[in-house]
């Protein structure tokens, strides 16, 4: 059988045809966390919501938010639970006010849960306005 080094168009060929035919058996359950941000001008209402889309439960599940320098973050929200089974999601808001200090305005989240004995962390970025 030839290698995909010495046949690399039919190697690529084969797999842009697997990928394209590849379908899931089953809809898949979000997971990780996303951002959401309404608002505008010196004061934004962030939203972030983590989805455990595993097949376990995950305990001890945590959200923080960090924006960039000259901002005020207060949460408007719990920003952790006991416990995330699957399926579950984790939503909290924060309002994030001031001025930001320069052009560049962000702000990211970062989320943490224990899975299996292990912790597993997840991020999201985006810029405010």
Same mark, same amino acid.
């Given at each position: 059988?030839?290698?995909?080094?010495?046949?690399?168009? &039919?190697?690529?060929?084969?797999?842009?045809?697997?990928?394209?035919?590849?379908?899931?058996?089953? &809809? #898949?359950?979000?997971?990780?966390?996303?951002?959401?941000?309404?608002? *505008?001008?010196?004061?934004?209402?962030?939203?972030?919501?983590?989805?455990? *889309?595993?097949?376990?439960?995950?305990?001890?599940?945590?959200?923080?938010?960090?924006?960039?320098?000259?901002?005020?973050? #207060?949460?408007?929200?719990?920003?952790?639970?006991?416990?995330?089974?699957?399926? &579950?999601?984790?939503?909290?808001?924060?309002?994030?006010?001031?001025?930001?200090?320069?052009?560049?305005?962000?702000?990211?989240? #970062?989320?943490?849960?224990?899975?299996?004995?292990?912790?597993?962390?997840?991020?999201? #970025?985006?810029?405010?306005?």
């Amino acid at each position: 059988m030839p290698r995909p080094a010495v046949r690399p168009a &039919e190697a690529d060929a084969l797999v842009r045809l697997m990928r394209a035919s590849w379908t899931d058996a089953y &809809e #898949r359950s979000p997971f990780g966390v996303t951002l959401h941000v309404a608002g *505008g001008g010196g004061e934004f209402t962030v939203t972030a919501t983590l989805a455990n *889309g595993s097949a376990r439960p995950w305990t001890a599940p945590r959200l923080a938010l960090a924006a960039s320098h000259g901002r005020r973050v #207060r949460a408007l929200d719990a920003v952790t639970t006991d416990r995330l089974t699957t399926g &579950e999601r984790l939503t909290v808001r924060w309002a994030v006010t001031g001025a930001a200090g320069g052009s560049d305005t962000w702000v990211t989240c #970062r989320a943490t849960a224990n899975h299996a004995g292990a912790t597993v962390t997840y991020t999201a #970025r985006t810029a405010l306005g």
